[in-house]
């Protein structure tokens, strides 16, 4: 059964075979073990160190203690029940220093990752670079620097060498925009920069990173292991069409500037210039590096963005100004819900996103990289959690996904964000995305509701037909949103 039942309500939904079900984590989020077994120290050591840029003041230091529970967390991901375990490298643990010298019992943990998945019939995707620069380097200019770009290939290389003959996938950068924009532009995450021209900069070396690391890697990998990379985009809603070019205009400096040089080798027109990196850091090969053929693109979709046209001093609740576009106003519409984020819950947007992506990229094979939300989650009296908003969430953007695939987008897998509670970056342990609940307290991990849901999907390759819709009344849109060219 498939689609819709027999009297049209929603059905099961299958997908295709071997679609890849899996699930998702970083290393600094996870691992603690931050000054243990040679490990260097990362610009997130530094920065959540810091008083005041850390709620709660929190770190990573023991975070989940993965590092000490690797077999606990392997046997977690075996009860999951996925195909695929998405996991990053944390290059400080590797090359402390950012180059040169090579720590082994830190290659050695990863190793043993890898092979203890491998054991578990699970297939490795892993990471190379997720927010955690050597600090070492950092000081030296970080990614406002060309020579990082460089050590950046180098360090890919060593570990193509190392696992690449075990793992399945690589991802070469997650969410460079952030590291580019909340680590230099705003300062809300490490190295804490607030400097346009430093931003601009690390926006073109980290993509020059990428290029020349899918380059190294695959000098380096046997046979033909794919390469990608892992974007985080957001569609971008005008109000009306008043606001459409407005809204053109946040994409590229939010989803096209990424976009454009990966696939097309081009920055785009409709951005700033003080966002986009100047001609004199662009050397003539450069752009034709960045827009290597992928193997795939991944995609972490989570919400999308609205926008108006509006006064910046007569906003409404929940409105700000968009940075850089005086009279361009960001709102959140009052009948969809949102998480405790404060992000909006919109399945439809990862439909509009994957089929925008496919389009752009035909034939290009599209994985969901990271997909979730964060809630209040607690443990009752009974030992359950009951995150019915989570299980929520992730039908309704599994149905996007299923749509999509039935409309011919070349979607292969999805991985869920995340495995379990962690460190949420600059929010320390005050939001929980994971689908095994963390108690940092005593490190148990307990499986929420959603994990028993996501693993029914994942074994069956089956999104069973909703039972009863857990988002609150009232949550449909009103009218049809513009979307701008993504």
Known sequence: MNGTSGDGAPGPRRFPPGFVWGASTSAYQIEGAAAEDGRGRSIWDTFSHTPGKVRGGDTGDTACDSYHRLDEDLRLLGELGVGAYRFSVAWPRVQPGGSGRVNQLGLDYYRGLVEGLRERGIAPVATVYHWELPQALEDRGGWAERDTAWRFAEYAQLLAN???DQVAMWITLNEPKQAAHQGYRTG????????????????HHLLLAHGLAVEAMRGALPGRVPVGIALDVHPVRAANEDALEAAAAVDAEHNRIFLEPVLHGSYPDAAR?????????????????ICA???????????????????WDDLRLGESPQPGHPGVVNYVPPEL???????IVEPEGLYDTLRALDREAPRLPLYITENGCAADD????????NDFERVDYLHGHLDAAWRAIQDGVNLAGYFVWSLMDNFEWARGYQRRFGVYFVDFSTQRRLPKRSAAFYSRVARHNVLPAPEVSLAPRGTEPRGEPQVSPT
């Open 162 to 164: 190392a696992l690449g």
């Open 188 to 203: 809300t995450h490490a190295p804490g920069k607030t400097d346009y021209a430093l931003a601009a900069a690390a926006t």
């Open 273 to 289: 210039a003080e966002l986009l990196p100047p001609a004199e850091l662009i050397e003539p090969d450069d752009m034709a590096a």
């Open 293 to 311: 053929p992928l193997d795939f693109l991944g995609l972490n979709y989570y919400c999308p963005y609205y926008v108006r046209l509006g006064d």
């Open 337 to 343: 819900p949102r998480t405790n984020m404060g992000w």
């Open 378 to 385: 607690y443990v009752t009296p009974e030992g359950e959690i």
